[in-house]
Nanobody, 124 residues
């Protein structure tokens, strides 16, 4: 089992930056792939970025490439999402998720562990 707690959300103006953190506890010694997802009102949950256990592989949604950066510090059991040049369409609840599965690609349903989410609101 892995427990995840997100932090760092808030209200920011368009063009601004936020950094989200996800602290993991529990069975974190296993190799877990971590991901950030978001869900806006009336929309399905979508992947934002994910990172391999080693931190070497990063995958981003097209909508955030060049603006968001995912990273992890395994010594601190923490994953980060640095969000720059934020846009109003980035407004959503952001979730951290973890999976023990090792795939070439993932669906949200492949992630078995989820945090409670943190709200990000970008004003125009």
């Amino acid at each position: 089992q892995v427990q995840l707690v997100e932090s760092g959300g808030g209200l920011v103006q368009a063009g601004g930056s936020l950094r989200l953190s996800c602290a993991a506890s529990g069975r974190t010694s296993s190799r877990v792939t971590m991901g950030w997802f978001r869900q806006a009102p009336g929309r399905e949950r979508e992947v934002v970025a994910r990172i391999s256990w080693s931190g070497e592989k990063h995958v981003y949604a097209d909508s955030v490439k060049g603006r968001f950066t995912i990273s992890r510090d395994n010594a601190k059991n923490t994953v980060y999402l640095q969000m720059n040049v934020l846009k109003p369409e980035d407004t959503a609840v952001y979730y951290c998720a973890a999976t023990y599965a090792v795939y070439s690609d993932y669906l949200p349903s492949d992630f078995g562990f989820w945090g409670q989410g943190t709200q990000v609101t970008v004003s125009s």
